[in-house]
């Protein structure tokens, strides 16, 4: 007990790590965000007084087609007529014509209705993103774990669509699903030297796209647990699944309804305040790519605390400052409250999901978050729409069946009061 001292002043060394350059940077980009988001409200605003206008026109233009049709038809007589007495006139007379046409052009892709190709311009009409994400999903056991009641034994007994059966109608209606891969996907045998190492079968990832989860965060602590080439394993079976992977320096991008989505992934527990610098280079990145929507999804906190604790808060700020549309948190194996900060959301743990790493732990309690994004012109839309599915890792309760179930009735209710205490003063 003697060390706790100790470890609270490392705890606040590593707060107040590079907090002066931190907080430049912060200023920084909040000047260049609000510039930007200035541009984009002028943007809106004449995109909405030019479909004022192209309505009122509709009634003038349905008025002056027969008036249209003589005069280009007089015209076309004029300019044959014309062509007869004086080819060169007639030509210059048609040039013009091409000139107005192209300006017309030109006129129609300023005003942000049409790209440079002439088509038209994306999210000219709003489109909706639903988003669902949830917590650890170790797919795979521990091999010093009781084998009879693994996940491994249950893949075995029931197959792949039986672990996310019961959230895949949930899964299956959004349009974008994301989780934290907590293990590897391997057939090395080189486990790591530590308490606990998971792995599961290459199959596995069979798991995911059968219960229509289609993106993944590796940057964990058991992301290496079989050596790095599990990680490299892990990506590469995933992804020729058809499963997004992001994580550490590994950005994703991903375009939906022709919406690109930007996704990051942030390994706290080993470097607290100091991975706030590969989180700024990431968000600028996707940024550059034009991430229109941008997703952090960080493995930070401490084991079974309820509280986020200041490096979370700090780090999801951090994030929120520099771009970031929404930010997940996991690790701490249990639930943690929702913040709104700056008008986005930061969910700080979502808990264990379908998790092989406890046969029966003893808090079972975990949810769905989802948000619906509306996409306007490239600009998100300031409505907030989330929904919260409070769940079970098991659909009993005695042991993990490894099976994510929604509640209903006072379980629901108990949870939702649960996550609603948690955020409390956030």
Partial sequence: MGDIPEKQQMQKDRDGLAESGRQNRIREKRERIRK????????????????????????????????????????????????????KGAETDTQQMDMQDQNQEKKDRDDGSHNEDGSQAQ???????????????TLGTDVNFDQSKSFNAYYNEHGAAYFLENVKSVFSADDLTIVNMEGTLTESSDRQDKTFAFKGEPGYTAVLTDGSVEAANLANNHSKDYGADSYTDTIRYMEDAGITTFGYDRTALMEIKGVKIGLTGIYELAEGMGCEDLLIKNIDALEEQGAQIIIVSFHWGTEKENYPDDIQKSLAHSAIDHGADLVLGHHPHVLQGIEKYNGKNIVYSLGNFCFGGNSNPSDKDTMIFQQTFTIQNGVIAEDDVTNIIPCSLSSVSDRNDYQPTPLEGSEKDRVMDKIQKFSSGL
């Avoid at 984009?40 to 004022?52: K, N, T």
């Avoid at 087609?65 to 038809?73: F, I, K, M, V, Y």
């Fill in 36 to 87: 930007q988001r200035k541009r984009e409200r002028a943007a809106l605003i004449f995109s909405e007084v030019l479909v004022v206008g192209c309505l009122a026109g509709i009634g003038i233009l349905s008025a002056s087609e027969n008036l249209s049709g003589s005069q280009n038809a007089q015209r076309g007589n004029n300019t044959d007529k014309a062509a007869q007495a004086d080819p």
């Fill in 123 to 137: 999210n000219a009409v709003p489109v909706q993103i639903t988003v669902s994400a949830a917590g650890d999903c």
